[in-house]
């Protein structure tokens, strides 16, 4: 749990009769990272190989035309179904019974896409025809004039008067026969030799014409009656066709489901077959394996056949090699807090992996940040929400309501020792201290907490460099015994300057500090030095003290930066105090008598506190965790570790 799991590079020989039974073994185990050997494929053997590549082709097509039926069924994917693992599908009968459900849901779903566009233009026709309502005007009259050219419709009654401008030059009439501050309805007249000039005038106005099919008839109201009518019937048609939607979906959801896990079992091991090794009569497997499942996948593998070679080869710690899997194992419920370590990034196979650090500490400054029982109960109850996946659009999001939900219960946790319950410090005795009326005392407390973290995180730097085999930067590091030592005598005199506490003897402080600081002035000579490598100094000596003495203050300032930070959470802590009680004195000034909106003040006062400052503390506690605590001990940039396993399973 503290590091990452030992990993071994396999290679394994299978004789070609027996490539699906172990890449199903491989897959039930599920703990086998493949690495691409197709490189291997001898140029005899490249025509399997490609037969491999199409089966997997053909079963990728058939998923996702499964999928595509799914989503126009609406059936969702399922729990994984159980298959016979060295059974893979017959591409010819699933493509058929694919293509027979996509003609049949494709005509349903084609009749009522259909009947939906239908009835969107007949609603419009009745919008275009609403503002006529009232009017004595016979609509069929209107169309195709030999001789007049006439136009019926809504324009911005502020476009009337520059319609008649625009007109002048022709002959027109322009009967306005209904108007309001916003629209008028406008009934445009002239010759039919005019026709191309009414049309761009009108159109230049906004005028929107009235624009209906040659079978609709009689006045506007007659019309609407008409429409109202067919949008009855097509409303009707489209219950009917979302009914045996609806049926074929109850009909066809299980065996849905059924074919896209085993459509999809079947093409991830014809894609791993894909990218074996092939020889003339042999397959080459790549890969890597948590050193502890070896043992077990030989057993596996003997019972298939004895003729199936094993070659491992362990990688030690302190391996440069960047295409390592990592591979953590961290118990479930630090999953979620795993998350947040490698959104950072994921550790390197010597790396300490923080994830229980992280899990203790986030909640913790969290908590000292946005310690208020009442708020810290709202945030619990919310992440439990989003951690019991029961909203579907937030299930993506359960890791993340499983943060919530602990960070908010220790926030309840300081809100017992700050006393503060929905910012009033009148309901509940502090069992510690108020912020607002300690503000030094949790300031200074909470410096004193941040020296203790960086201290840790000095140590884990230090055994990380021990675990890496890496002499020079054990000794001489920013992060390791140089670099924790200068910390801690800087420490030591910044004690005895402000403090007149004196722990050790001030000499010994001040010789430690000079004589680490020397050596972390000049790390990369003396790492150098250690690791036998030439020359020690590049690009002049001279260049090197100037970077050297530059090196050195960054190193004091991060050192004084990263202290101070830990500030915030007092700060922080204060600010909420203050922020919460600015809730009460502005809902005192909106309602002296307490009265409806005294509560309706506090309540949206205390939501903004809750989800704007909520926000903000988790940004800041990530920060801390981020940039101060992680940067002395963990750097990252550790391969993904992606086992190749079957979802045949509900553990999958």
């Known amino acids: 749990m503290f590091y990452p799991q030992a990993m071994d590079e396999v290679q394994i020989i299978i004789p070609e009769q027996y490539a699906l039974p172990v890449t199903c073994a491989l897959a039930e185990q ?71 459900l996509e003609a049949e849901v494709q005509g349903i779903i084609g009749e009522l896409t259909d009947a939906q566009k239908r009835l969107e233009q007949l609603q419009g026709y009745v919008r275009e025809l609403d503002p006529l309502v009232g009017l004595d005007v016979d609509i069929g009259g209107l169309r195709n004039p030999r001789y007049v050219f006439s136009i019926i419709g809504v324009m911005p009654a502020d476009n009337v008067e520059r319609l008649q401008t625009s007109l002048q030059r022709v002959p027109f009439t322009l009967l306005t026969l209904r108007r309001d ?122 019972q298939i056949s004895d003729e199936i070679l ?132 949790i300031l200074i407390t909470t410096i004193i907490a941040g020296v203790v973290l960086l201290s840790i995180a000095f140590i884990l730097g230090i055994v990380n460099a021990w675990v890496a085999r890496d002499w020079g930067g054990l000794l001489f590091g920013h992060t390791g015994f140089a670099g924790a030592f200068l910390y801690w005598s800087l420490l030591g005199l910044a004690a005895e300057l402000l403090l007149r506490q004196r722990v050790v003897p001030l000499g010994l402080l001040i010789a430690v500090a000079a004589l680490t600081g020397i050596a972390v002035m000049f790390s990369d000579v003396l790492e150098r030095l250690v690791a036998g490598q030439r020359p020690l100094v590049e690009g002049g000596v001279a260049n090197y003290t100037i970077q050297a003495v530059f090196v050195m203050a960054e190193v004091l300032i991060s050192l004084l930066s990263n202290s101070l930070s830990y500030v915030r ?28 909106v005294y509560w309706v003040v506090v309540i949206a006062g205390s939501l903004f ?29 550790g391969a993904d570790y992606r086992p190749f396993q079957l979802p045949t399973d509900a553990g999958a």
């Open 30 to 100: 599920g703990v086998f990272q493949q690495v691409d050997a197709s490189y291997l494929t001898a140029e005899t053997a490249s025509t399997d190989e490609e037969l491999w590549r199409d089966r997997a082709a053909a079963c990728a097509a058939l998923e996702r035309r499964t999928l595509a039926l799914m989503q126009a069924l609406d059936v969702e994917e399922g729990e994984p179904v159980g298959a016979e693992c060295t059974t893979l599908i017959d591409i010819d009968g699933v493509r058929s019974r694919v293509e027979r």
């Open 181 to 302: 501050s916003r629209q008028a309805i406008v009934w445009l007249f002239g010759m039919q030799r005019d026709a191309d000039i009414l049309e761009r005038a009108a159109k230049s106005a906004y005028l929107n014409p009235l624009s209906l099919p040659d079978a609709y008839r009689g006045t506007p109201s007659e019309a609407i009656e008409a429409i109202q009518q067919q949008i009855g019937q097509t409303e009707q048609e489209i219950t009917e066709q979302r009914a045996e939607i609806t049926e074929l979906h109850e009909i066809e959801k299980e065996q849905l489901q059924e074919l896209l896990w085993h459509v999809r079992a079947s093409r991830l091991l014809t894609d791993a077959v894909a990218h074996f090794g092939r020889l003339r009569y042999t397959y080459v497997v790549l890969g890597w394996m948590p050193r502890g499942r070896i043992s077990v996948l030989r057993r596996e593998l003997d």
């Open 310 to 441: 094993i070659e491992v080869n362990p990688l030690q710690r302190g391996t440069t090699r960047s295409d390592v899997p990592v591979a953590l194992s961290n118990p479930g419920f630090l999953r979620p807090f795993q998350q947040l370590v490698t959104v950072y990034g994921r550790p390197r196979y010597e790396e300490f992996d923080p994830t229980l650090l992280i899990a203790l500490t986030f909640p913790l400054l969290f908590g000292a940040m946005f310690g208020d029982v009442g708020h810290g109960l709202v945030l619990a109850l919310l992440g439990g929400l989003v951690a019991s996946r029961k909203i579907r659009a937030l299930r993506s999001m359960a890791n993340l309501g499983v943060v919530l939900a602990i960070s908010g219960v220790m926030a309840m946790v300081f809100g017992v020792l700050y006393g503060s319950v929905f910012g009033l410090e009148d309901v509940i005795p502090a069992l510690w201290l108020h912020p607002l009326t300690s503000i030094l005392q």
């Open 569 to 596: 959470v007092g700060a922080f802590a204060v600010a909420h105090g203050g922020l919460s009680a600015v809730v009460f004195i502005l809902a005192d000034i909106a309602s002296p008598a307490h009265g409806i």
């Open 609 to 637: 506190v809750i989800g704007f400052e909520g926000l903000i503390v988790a940004i800041q506690t990530l920060r801390l965790e981020y940039y101060e605590f992680f940067g002395k001990f963990f750097a990252g940039g």
